[in-house]
């Protein structure tokens, strides 16, 4: 499975940003996680095709996934953003057997 990202870039504290990746093929979980510099990588959200949707604490409230299994592509619109959402985000995939899948990490810098 192949994964393609875009979206990203810079924006202002208080702004919007969307991400999308596109899927070579349908897989069970796709979402999106973050690393910081100096930090862990961490969960951002994720979704399944069933449309279950799991958030980290952090961006509860102000981010949204959602995905389009007609085109295997999930979207997550970044809103209230703030420095601390400063990094690099990456797009991951799951499939039902577990195995998993990365895209190319696209940054994401939160500054006035």
């Known amino acids: 499975v192949q994964l393609q990202a875009s979206g990203g870039g810079l924006v202002q504290p208080g702004g919007s940003l969307r991400l999308s990746c596109a899927a070579s093929e349908s897989i069970f979980r796709m979402g999106w996680y973050r690393q910081a510099p100096g930090k862990q990588r961490e969960l951002v959200a994720r979704?399944?095709?069933?449309?279950?949707?799991n958030y980290g604490d952090s961006v509860q409230g102000r981010f949204t996934i959602s995905r389009d299994n007609a085109k295997n592509t999930v979207y997550l619109q970044m809103n209230s953003l703030k420095p601390e959402d400063t990094a690099v985000y990456y797009c991951?995939?799951?499939?039902?057997?577990?195995?998993?899948?990365w895209g190319q990490g696209t940054q994401v810098t939160v500054s006035s």
């Open positions: 991951f995939a799951r499939s039902i057997t577990w195995e998993d899948y």
């Open positions: 979704i399944t095709t069933g449309g279950i949707t």
